[in-house]
């Protein structure tokens, strides 16, 4: 950058030399030629430009996790010796604004970990995330690394949360441990009780930010370590019918509690119990909104069960949420359509009156009032328009991971037959589900064909049907199947995966 600035500078130099020399040989010529005229008629003026520096903008991490981009402009430095122009320009480094630090995300740091040696750029602030479940003792350490004389390096301790064009000064005013300084030499400890669980960030600036200053950060757990949390919230989304029919107490039975037992957020959402994905997911979107506010969170984890996983993703696609979800997780959730809805809505040939009676059934004999919106419950779920509407207008977002399972069962004819690796007794209300799609797509757990629920990572099937895949009816499931267990271990796969 230097050498172009110096470069254009002595360009500029050279053209305004030029246009003196040329001026003087036309002025001894018009005086040779007895012209009294004593400038050019067009009044034309050379302009040196002298460069002032890139511009730079914030960096913010796409997904928070390691490995990521690092925005490490330092701010527009140009170097130069601040030689004068012909119009008393100088060249040289623009002073810093501290008010707007250039902000370099340096991603996740885990608890036991240390970042090693690092450098905070000149008129910048670097930004580390860190997560601890509720009532988890941390003791964040910072050393200062070759700072040089009376320089130190600050830190703040803040909510994720805190709006990135909030000034320094109010970064630091709203750190939730009085802001620490370190010297060169010096490690400062600081040690923090979490307030909820989840992730904090932590931020890092020189104390004169026309200097560079180099640190190293160490994040360590005191007290009740045993506590686990993913970064984001987990909410939790059901699928048709929410509550009222399929058990008596809550949708994901005894989920929520087993989970904030071992200290992970969560949340249950409640949209319609029927009605189309995307008058769902708008209704979620909502809720997503509420839970970043109430946690102080950058994003959240959406776990989905059948129509809450195509909800989901209209959430992130349709909905624009992209920036808002970390992992995407579908359960039992049909991605490519369920025929038995195809066929009770006569979209295909065939036992229009048997699909119906058995959709309605399962909903809990819904009323007149509801089968209208049963019925646009069953079309948006349907091969038609899944494949040909839903799919093409929801394209995933490259920031969230998507992660599937579903379910496997099957009828007493082939559980009890050996040879048919089946472990899986379907549940007598969703029997006649599952004979409709084994004759017409084969695998299936009851409501959803085993091909239509993989969509992104797909990572295998439960010893699960549809109902049993949340712990209905009342946690009577397979005996090999402990859905609480399973949960917490799809909670414990999340963390480690850093959402």
Same mark, same amino acid.
């Given at each position: ?26 002025? =001894?010529?018009? #005086? ?6 004593? /400038? ?17 903008? #914030?960096?913010? !991490? ?11 402009? !330092?701010?527009?430095?140009? /170097? ?11 060249? =040289? ?13 340096? /991603? ?31 003791? %964040?350490?910072? #050393? ?13 301790? +803040? ?27 010096? +490690? +400062? ?7 909820? *669980? ?27 370590? $045993? ?21 008596? @107490? ?15 957020? %969560? ?21 997503? $909104? ?11 984890? &959406? ?37 038995? +809805? ?8 065939? =036992? ?10 399962? &909903? ?16 948006? @779920? ?38 048919? $690796? ?8 969703? @029997? ?19 091909? *239509? ?24 499931? $397979? ?21």
């Amino acid at each position: 950058m230097e050498l172009r600035v110096y470069d254009r500078y002595y360009a500029g130099m050279l053209r305004a030399l030029g246009g003196m020399l040329i001026w003087t040989a036309v002025a =001894g010529l018009t #005086t040779a030629c007895g012209d009294d005229s004593t /400038g050019l008629s067009d009044g034309h003026t050379s302009d040196a430009e002298v460069g002032t520096g890139d511009e730079t903008s #914030t960096s913010d !991490s796409s997904d928070g996790s390691e490995g990521e981009s690092l925005d490490t402009t !330092s701010g527009g430095e140009t /170097g130069g010796s601040g030689t004068a122009s012909e119009t008393g320009t100088t060249a =040289g480094p623009i002073a810093c604004d501290p008010e707007q630090p250039e902000v370099t995300d340096r /991603g996740f740091l885990p608890l036991g970990d240390s970042t090693g040696e690092l450098t905070v750029a000149r008129c910048g602030e670097d930004r580390h995330y860190i997560a601890a479940a509720q009532d988890v003792v941390l003791e %964040v350490a910072v #050393t200062g690394l070759q700072t040089g004389d009376e320089l130190v390096v600050e830190g703040a301790l +803040t909510y994720p949360n805190v709006a990135q064009e909030d000034d320094q000064e109010d970064i630091y005013d709203k750190s939730l441990v009085p802001p620490f300084t370190t010297a060169e030499g010096d +490690t +400062t400890k600081v040690e923090f009780t979490s307030i909820r *669980s989840g992730e904090y960030a932590v931020y890092i600036r020189s104390s004169d930010p026309e200097q560079a200053a180099a640190y190293s950060l160490a994040v360590t757990c005191l007290e009740n370590c $045993d506590e686990q949390t993913t970064r984001f919230p987990i909410v939790l989304a059901h699928g048709w019918t929410g509550w009222d029919n399929i058990g008596p @107490l809550e949708y994901f039975f005894q989920v929520p509690g087993h989970l904030g037992d071992h200290g992970y957020p %969560v949340y249950v959402s409640q949209v319609d119990k029927y009605n189309s994905s995307i008058v769902r997911s708008g209704q979620l979107a909502e809720q997503v $909104d509420e839970v970043l506010s109430a946690w102080r969170a950058r994003k959240v984890n &959406l776990v989905g069960h059948s129509q809450g996983g195509i909800d989901s993703r209209a959430v992130v696609s349709t909905h624009g949420y992209g920036n808002r979800v970390s992992a995407l997780v579908t359960i039992g959730s049909p991605h490519q359509g369920t025929y038995v +809805t195809d066929l009770a809505l006569g979209l295909v040939p065939g =036992g229009v009156d048997q699909a119906l009676f058995f959709l309605f059934n399962f &909903l809990g004999a819904v009323t007149a009032d509801e089968q209208a919106d049963a019925e646009a419950s069953f079309y948006s @779920l349907s091969e038609e328009y899944m494949q040909e509407v839903f799919n093409p207008e929801n394209p995933d977002d490259p920031r969230v991971t998507y992660i599937s399972y579903t379910g496997e069962t099957c009828a007493a004819e082939d559980f009890l037959v050996p040879g048919n $690796d089946c472990n899986d007794l379907v549940d007598p209300l969703i @029997l006649v589900g599952y004979e409709i799609l084994k004759v017409a797509r084969g695998k299936n757990d009851g409501l959803v064909p085993y091909e *239509s629920a993989k969509w992104g990572d797909f990572r295998g099937t439960m010893i699960a049907d549809h109902i049993d895949e949340v712990g209905q009816v009342l946690g009577v499931t $397979d005996f090999d199947f402990d859905h609480k267990q399973w949960y917490l271990d799809l909670a414990h796969d999340l963390r480690l995966e850093r959402h």
